[in-house]
């Protein structure tokens, strides 16, 4: 029973690349959250997903990011163009339903940008 | 909107040492409260929950208290071992306001020998 699967485990871009980062939720769980862990500032809520719908997107930037959880397939958070800024840890976390509070978290991607 | 304070790290004690950790919290509704620990290069794993006013979580030797009066959730432990040695996050979940779980900001606990 795999958990919360996210890769690449680290990702190293150039500013102005593109970064994609995906996640496989645990078996039967429809619902994804990604966060982004900076140093000295902790876990920040950016989106939340259930499947082909956004359901809350209030903590992702407006610009550059967006995020997918189609009918089939891993979630993934897309940064384009990237910026030095954007180098943390993103985790990834699923729940089965809302109201089911508890959080299965992925190992995370790194993201360094040069 | 919700939010979670939690004390600043780190705290570094010897093994079997008492730990405290201090969480408070502010939610519109009637909250869940978490704590979870994250290993070095790891993700977040839940720790210990309660679910409503004076519940008490514990796992692993860990306790904590949902304490409504003066919304907090601090993380005890008796006598810590160097295995403890992580990061703690204390979160919320408000099924009547925001149901994002919201995290604190993580408090680095170092135990040694």
């Keep these: ?114 | 909107g919700n939010s979670v304070t939690q004390m600043e790290g780190p705290v570094t004690l010897s093994e079997e040492a008492f730990l405290t950790i201090n969480c408070t919290y502010t939610a519109t509704g009637y909250p869940s409260l978490f704590w979870y620990v994250q290993y070095p290069g790891e993700g977040l794993q839940l720790l210990l929950k309660a679910t409503k006013a004076d519940d008490k979580g514990s796992n692993k030797g860990f306790e904590a208290t949902y304490r409504k009066e003066t919304t907090s959730f601090h993380l005890e432990k008796g006598s810590v071992q160097v295995s403890d040695s992580a990061v703690y996050f204390c979160a919320l979940s408000d099924l009547g306001g925001s149901y994002i779980p919201t995290f604190g900001r993580g408090t680095s606990l170092i135990v040694h020998p």
Aim: glycine share 8%; proline share 6%; aromatic share 10%.
């Design chain 1, 1 to 114: 029973n795999a958990g919360v699967m996210q890769n690449p485990r680290h990702l190293v871009r150039r500013r102005g690349q593109e970064a994609r980062l995906r996640c496989s939720p645990m078996k039967g769980h429809s619902h994804v959250y990604w966060y982004r862990q900076l140093p000295e500032e902790g876990l920040k809520f950016m989106v939340y997903l259930q499947k082909e719908n956004i359901i809350d997107e209030s903590g992702m930037p407006k610009e550059r990011f967006s995020a997918e959880f189609p009918k089939e397939g891993p979630s993934i958070l897309r940064i384009q163009q990237v910026v030095r800024g954007d180098s943390a840890a993103y985790f990834c976390a699923s729940s089965p339903a809302t109201g089911n509070e508890k959080l299965f978290f992925g190992s995370g991607t790194q993201l360094s940008v040069l």
